[in-house]
């Protein structure tokens, strides 16, 4: 039995305000889902490992948007910067310098989030602010022509505290704000905030979310 994807998705959609975008997480779902939640009119999926992306990538519409969620090895970028739209977790200078110079080869420009860690399981990657902010100021990213920041990404700690999980979040939008202000006051294109999921979407609306990444509820649990 299929799970009914399109009622979810429909049903996902249908909550969503007009100005955040929904991530469709297919990370481990089979094609026939991909397709279902095509055919009610998705075209932004998320994955998190290049082998299975590009299964998927060769046999799926080709005007499916890919965005990267998960940790990136340096090494897996060339495989996958020939048709990424997005790279969502880039969590340390290393991984954008490749993700440019793999760009370059590509003649391409590469949409890229910037991972901020706030949560508080120590397992999850990404920067803190500190961390975030010193990259900003070293300054080396203005001379990365092939890369563009789109904003910043981020996974609230996985508790059932609310207050906790919004906590987070607004400390992301505020980082967003300053780190607006500071460097991207003159750029309309950095203007995206990945936060929520499944157990903590309508939170991470109420805390200005721009970019919903949303698996489980739509596709149903994941079969590892
Ligand atoms: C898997 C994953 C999601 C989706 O999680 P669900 O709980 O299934 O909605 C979102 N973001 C990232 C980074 C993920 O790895």
């Known amino acids: 039995m299929m799970y009914p994807v399109r009622e979810s998705i ?3 959609l249908s909550e969503l305000p007009q100005d955040v975008k929904l991530v469709a997480v297919s ?4 094609n026939e889902y ?9 075209r932004i999926f998320g994955e998190s490992r290049e082998q299975e992306l590009a299964k998927k990538v060769e046999s799926l519409p080709k005007d499916i948007q890919w965005h990267f ?29 490749e993700i440019d110079k793999q760009a370059a080869k590509c003649g391409r420009k590469i949409d890229v989030l910037l991972e901020l860690h706030l949560a508080k399981e120590e397992t999850k990657s990404g920067f803190d602010l500190d961390e ?12 990365l022509q092939n890369i563009q920041i789109r904003g910043l990404m ?3 700690s996985f508790v059932d505290d609310e207050s906790q999980i919004r906590k987070e979040m607004m400390q992301a939008a505020d980082f ?3 780190v607006k202000a500071q460097y991207f006051q003159d750029d309309p294109l950095f203007n995206e905030r990945s936060w929520g999921m499944s157990h903590d979407y309508k939170i991470a609306i109420e805390c200005h979310s721009t970019m919903v990444r949303i698996g489980t509820s739509i596709f149903g649990p994941r079969v590892y």
């Open 176 to 178: 967003f704000d300053e």
């Open 132 to 143: 975030c902010r010193e990259l900003l100021a070293r300054g080396e990213w203005k001379q």
């Open 154 to 156: 981020m996974m609230a």
């Open 27 to 30: 990370k481990f779902h089979p």
């Open 10 to 12: 429909r049903q996902i």
């Open 34 to 42: 991909i397709e279902a939640a095509y055919q009610e009119g998705q």
């Open 69 to 97: 969620i998960g940790h990136l090895q340096t090494n897996k970028v060339k495989y996958i910067a020939p048709y990424i739209s997005m790279i969502e977790a880039v969590d340390s200078l290393k991984l954008l310098k």
